[in-house]
């Protein structure tokens, strides 16, 4: 008689991954951290721990010694799907890996849960699915026309053609949030930096694609959008690539490297590194309050930036060096943030938990921000360095504005704006 197919395939998983799932001691340390764990009410699907139990549990049965013996065990089809909708309820922000005690990469384990989910065709999920296409079609992630990359693009911006320096906008802050954009050429611009864009042919990142699994689908997309990247990067002569959307940054310096199995020929700087690099060199002359009056601001470490590639201090630097700018930090930060709720496909396919997340976390600045018990008498700043944390975080502040939660009241800006502030520029295209 003929042994039964597995229920899984394994594809995507390496070797190590494999003895991951046996190094999960069940401690429970990552259901306590989780952000989406609890801002589902801790729904158990949703714990980093139980998801590592549940995909053993279909290992075993399809790999395991039984397995071995008699045969894979079948697995129905209704354990899958409750199992995809639950592994992308998470934003892969990382936080369960920075306190496993067995050391686990949790980041890549998702997203190669999720990859093989996909190639047996039980994921991704919801519309996350035609992600590929659109981005296929469009080289961007919002299917807008390629010639849209150029809508933000100021009068007085000086742009070279070619240029050491190559700034990257991506696909949000060319086409959605503008004001990123914009402050980001004024900024270079003011500094006297001769920097250059791909333009209309830049192509997205392929992040969106990776975190959510789908890196292998519409021939390989991903692999082909860095790849038309990077020699088009280099056909510019750029030798640092400058990003100020930290998805992009992370998927070039990370991403991009493993999916070309080369490094990238020129280095990639998130624009706060930049600035810090400038602040240093005593390049850089703020020339005003950024609001124009003294104002308390905290930081949000985007996921991306900060524990996926270590970049922690140089945000810091920027907004600390300015004028009327009193810092503090929230008690989770750095490696121990709460993420904004946006990444891993969360915020497009469960925009309800993304926006449960995006409140805990407006709520962690307001404790800093406007601490209990003290009379609110500005509105202080809320910054961070990431334009879908701009999204979200705003997000969540105009719901608990909404529900009538004063103390909510806070300006969310990107580092890149409010460093436009300070030198006296405008971060909109007049």
């Given amino acids: ?25 069940r401690c429970g340390e990552c259901a306590e951290w989780c952000p989406t764990y609890e801002g589902s009410g801790y729904r158990p699907g949703l ?27 079948e697995i129905p089809e209704e354990e899958f799907v409750e199992f995809k909708d639950d592994v992308h309820g998470c934003t892969t922000c990382g936080i369960c890996a920075t306190v496993c005690e067995a050391g686990i990469n949790t980041v890549e384990l998702w997203e190669a849960m999720r990859a093989d989910l996909v190639k047996r065709g039980t994921g991704p999920y919801g519309k996350q699915g035609g992600m590929p296409k659109i981005i296929s079609d469009t080289f961007n992630s919002y299917n807008e026309p390629k010639e849209n990359r150029l809508n933000w693009i100021p009068d007085d911006v000086k742009i070279a053609d070619k240029a050491d320096i190559l700034y990257f906008m991506g696909c949000t ?13 004024r900024v270079l611009n003011k500094l006297g930096v001769e920097f250059c864009t791909l333009g209309e042919e830049e192509a997205c990142c ?4 990776i975190r959510t699994g789908q890196y292998f689908k519409e021939e390989n997309l991903p692999k082909r959008l860095a790849q038309s990247n990077v020699e088009k990067i280099k056909a510019k002569g750029a030798k640092t690539v400058l990003y100020a959307c930290s998805g992009c940054f992370r998927a070039s310096l990370v991403d991009w490297p493993r999916l070309l199995g080369e490094e990238t020929p020129f280095k990639v700087m998130h624009v706060s ?7 240093e060199a005593g390049e850089v002359e703020w020339v005003q309050k950024p609001y124009g009056e003294d104002k308390i601001v ?3 470490d985007p996921c991306h930036l900060g524990r996926h590639v270590g970049v922690y201090e140089e945000p810091r630097k920027v907004l600390q060096s300015m004028p009327g700018m009193e810092y503090v930090e929230m008690d989770r930060s750095r490696a121990y943030q709460r993420c904004c709720g946006a990444g891993g496909g969360v915020k497009a396919g469960m925009p309800e938990l993304a926006l449960s997340i995006a409140k805990a976390r407006v709520g962690d600045a307001m404790e800093i921000l406007y601490p209990e018990g003290e009379e609110k008498t ?53």
């Fill in 1 to 25: 008689m003929a042994r039964r197919e597995p229920s899984l395939k394994i594809k995507c998983l390496t070797a190590v991954q494999l003895m991951e799932l046996d190094a999960c001691m």
């Fill in 173 to 185: 802050a060319g086409m959605k949030q503008t004001n990123l954009a914009v402050s980001t050429a």
């Fill in 273 to 279: 590194q930049f600035l810090a690099e400038k602040i």
């Fill in 378 to 430: 500005k509105t202080n700043i809320f910054a961070q360095a990431c334009p879908f944390c701009k999204r979200n975080l705003s997000d969540g502040r105009d719901a608990l504005l909404a529900e009538e939660n004063p103390r909510a009241d806070i300006v969310i800006e990107d580092i890149v704006e409010i460093s436009a502030r300070a030198l006296g520029l405008s971060n909109v295209k007049d």
């Fill in 206 to 209: 392929g992040s969106v694609l």
């Fill in 47 to 73: 714990s980093p721990r139980d998801k590592i139990y549940r995909w053993k549990r279909f290992v075993d049965k399809s790999y395991g010694m039984r397995a071995f013996f008699f045969g894979p065990k």
């Fill in 298 to 300: 905290t930081y949000h």
